[in-house]
């Protein structure tokens, strides 16, 4: 267990967590921030079983500022509950058929890039903002999806910025928990060139509905099969 307080990590440098047995802790010091990444931090190798500790806690304040990336390289384990400042990214890459925990948060520019993914994934957001771009680099034979909201519940997603599919597999939703109500507002475009970029991929049972609102930005598809 490595235990940090008072970190910054400059924009080009890294640190690396490599999985179980390794824990790595930013703890709560006498500063407002505790831990300042404005480079990468990485969680990677095999995730610690559930409920954890995690490869990577935050007890005390993590903040990623406008260069900073946090990549999850795990299946399964978890997200760092951070302060995700603008220009910040989450890019997850390592899951195969278990999403990481603590993944509803409201990020900034979040990428999928999961060649070895082989479920279908949802990040669960229900009441949610997301400050700047969505990226879908590759998803292999599997799906990530945004929302799942359990039956007779409604699930909001503010998307500020861009949605841009490059290749795989991605939709709104993907669930059959009826009566459902999922709500996407998005204020930047829309552009996808391959794979499967879908609405809904649910039954949602019942009065279940998705809509998808585009409030600004442009709608461009092409080589893309939509549904």
Known sequence: TVSVDQVIVDDGASIIVNGSPVVFNVVDGPDETDMLVNGLLKSTGTANASPGPHTVNAVGVLLFGNTGVYEHGQNSGAIPVSVWGTGSTVRITGSTNTAPANRTQNFYNLIFDTPALASNLSMNFTNHTIGGDITIVNTNTGRWQLCAPVVDSTAILNIMGDVIHLNGNFAATGTGNGNTTIIVNHFGDIIASAGNFSISRGSQGG???????????????????TQ
């Open 207 to 225: 009065t279940g509905t998705t809509n998808w609102y585009m409030h600004n930005g442009n709608i461009a598809l092409s080589n893309v099969t």
